[in-house]
Structures are given as C-alpha cells and as structure tokens.
C-alpha cells in the first residue's frame, strides 16, 4: 500500500541519519569524559577505545529511543509542514490510522531496545566495572611512573621514583610514604628492585633509611639499612568486589528482592515501555502550527522527552530507596503516560475542542428555523 510503504521509507531514512548523528555525538562525549578518567589514573590509558566502546553500547537503549521518537517527529512535523497531512486527511486517513504503520516500522527498535536493556546494558557495564576494577588492583610499583608521586590501591601509600628500567623491575632514587599501625613511615633507599617470593610481590629496597613517627608526634625513629622489604602489590582488601546492580544480569535481579534490584529491573523492562509511549506521544506532538514557528512542536517533544526520561531515573532511585514499589510506579508512570497518549490522540482524531465558541454561533445562525403553520 503506498501510504504504508511511503511512511516506512520516510521513517526509514530519518531513524538511520539520527542515530548516526547520535552515536557519533555520544561517542565523543564518552571519548572525552574516558581520558579524563585515564589521566586520573582510573582507566588504564591502553583500553581509553574499548572502555568508551562499552560505554556507548551500554547507553544503546537511550540512544535507539531518543533515534526513532526524533525521527517519527523530524518526519511527521516536515508532512504537515508540506501539507502531505492535509491530503491523506482529505483521501479519508485518519491520525488513528499512521499508529498501525508507525508500529509497523518500529517494532525492530523496540525489540532491540529491549534486548539491549535487559541483556546488553548489564553486559556493558559488567565489562567496564571489570577492567576498571583490575586496573585499580594492579601491583602498586606498576602504578608508578618515574618523577610522578603515585598513590597505592589502599590509598595508604605514596611511591616516587627518579627512573626506571623499561621492564619496571628495577628503579633508582625510590621514595615511599606510608601509614602503617598508627606511624607514618618514610622510606628512603638508592634503589630497588621487585622480587616474587612466594604469591606476592615484594619492593627490595638498597642502602636506604627509614624514619618512623607516631600520629600523635610524640617522637621519631630513624634507622639505617643496607636491604629493606615492602609489600609491593594488591589492593590490601580494600577493594569491594560486590557486583553493582546496574552490572549484574537481569535473571539475577529477577531472583533477588532486594529495593536495589527492584530499581534497576524496573528502569530495564520501562525503557521499552518507555520506547512504545514515545511513538504514540511522537505522533501527538508533530502537528505543526504555522502560527507557532517550525520550531515549536520540536521544542515540545524535546520537553516531553527529557520529563519522561528523568521520572524514568528518579523512579529507579525511588524504588531503590522503598519508597515506592516496583510494579505501583511502573503502573503509575507508563500506564498514565499511555493513557494520555490515547486520549490525546483520540481528541485530535475527532477534532475534540477544535470549534471555537464563534464558530459554534455561526453554525447555529445559519441553521434552519422551524416552519410555523398558520392556524
């Protein structure tokens, strides 16, 4: 049919040029944002491309939901504007008929969008938490960088070395400050070199001194030494190796009752509820009033998207704190959203309001009056 096959290749062509756009803008936000990490020593600098790949595969359900509402409302607004709405109205269409191919058209990003909720976004982060997790647990001496002050794991120890050998097992001028039983510590040695004895890796310090303090200052030991051995590696415990929610997959959420779990399973199965309500609010607010400007039905979808999408979000976290509960909000929010969406648009489908008071009076004065029989 020419009005389906027409529509479809309209939305077609709109949905791939925005989520190209989109894409490319999110990966350079998140290209940004993950060397700013690296340089803080968060990320490993030698993964900067594949943490933002995850990143960006992580934010596909927000990317393909804001793509298909932008393209519904790009195509839409530009057929009124170019009065192709008028005509299809005229050859008798309906606004209630674009919902079947509108649905028709998106029921591939809808089942990628949940797809990549409920499996790729906790894929994504489960990825991204790991290799951040395994950089942070790297051996202490690997943190180090020759003239750089470089705290530990623990964050109870400073390291600073002059230079290097390339392999990093050896090193001159080394300085060490560290907390230990209530003492600051500084070490002092010419040099020092990483042994394995055992499971652990230890810094063998040559010809050095060692100045011990208590917290309270009450008074300073000094000693001399010709070797000297300091935990090199790991993270002491410190580190929590408790899986995030957002990381965790979603059959695991489904098992665990916890308001966490709850929270983030209720924002997974509304990002798909949240993607059908966008087609049907996207096929409301693309009239274009030529009084308005061009650009005020897009400013109007934009507001409507962001509400959406932070009462989303702030639910999760409303879920997550108890108070609410997971199937009330989800009922509240999407169910309410999609009535007014059907009520919207059955207004706008039987022209509901559209004949102002005057037109009313015009209408009733040109009715006919009633014929009066003489007696």
Same mark, same amino acid.
């Given at each position: ?22 894409? *490319? ?8 944002? *993950? ?36 393209? &519904?409302?790009? *195509? ?24 079947? /191919? ?25 990825? *991204? ?92 030991? &000094? ?36 308001? /966490? ?14 993607? &059908? ?35 989303? =979000? ?25 009535? &007014? ?8 489908? =039987? ?25």
């Amino acid at each position: 049919m020419l009005f389906h096959s027409s529509l479809r290749k309209e939305l077609s062509r709109s949905f791939g040029a925005t989520l190209v756009v989109l894409v *490319t803008i999110v990966m350079t936000m998140m290209l940004i944002r *993950t060397l700013g990490l690296a340089s803080k020593g968060s990320v490993n600098p030698q993964e900067v491309f594949l943490v933002m790949a995850y990143t960006v595969l992580g934010y596909m359900p927000t990317i393909l939901s804001l793509s298909l509402f932008i393209a &519904i409302v790009g *195509t839409l607004s530009r057929m009124y504007r170019d009065s192709e709405m008028v005509i299809w109205f005229s050859s008798g269409r309906g606004l209630m008929d674009f919902v079947k /191919p509108m649905f028709r058209f998106a029921w591939p990003v809808l089942i990628l969008i949940a797809v990549m909720a409920l499996v790729g976004w906790p894929w994504a982060n489960s990825q *991204t938490i790991g290799m951040r997790q395994q950089y942070e647990q790297r051996s202490d001496i690997e943190r180090v960088s020759p003239g750089e002050f470089r705290e530990s794991a623990g964050r109870v120890r400073v390291f600073f070395i002059d230079k290097d050998t390339p392999d990093n097992s050896k090193a001159t001028n080394v300085f060490i400050w560290s907390i230990e039983r209530n003492l600051q510590i500084t070490t002092s040695a010419r040099s020092g070199s990483i042994e394995n004895i055992g499971d652990s890796r230890y810094l063998l310090l040559n010809s050095g001194q060692r100045l011990e303090q208590p917290m309270a200052n009450t008074g300073l030991k &000094i000693s001399e030494f010709k070797t000297y051995g300091t935990r090199a590696g790991g993270n002491n415990g410190l580190v929590n190796d408790a899986t995030p929610p957002r990381a965790r997959t979603t059959v695991s959420l489904l098992a665990d009752a916890s308001t /966490p779990s709850r929270g983030e399973l209720a924002w997974r199965i509304g990002m798909l509820f949240t993607a &059908i309500n966008f087609v049907l609010l996207a096929l409301n607010v693309s009239s274009a009033n030529p009084r308005v400007g061009r650009s005020g039905n897009l400013l109007l979808a934009l507001f409507a998207f962001v509400v959406y999408y932070n009462m989303l =979000n702030l639910g999760q976290s409303w879920i997550s704190s108890g108070r609410f509960s997971m199937g009330g909000f989800m009922l509240a929010l999407h169910g309410g959203v999609l009535l &007014i969406n059907l009520a919207w648009l059955s207004a706008r489908q =039987n022209n509901w309001g559209r004949r102002t008071p005057r037109a009313r009076r015009d209408s009733a004065a040109i009715a006919p009056t009633p014929k009066i029989e003489p007696t």
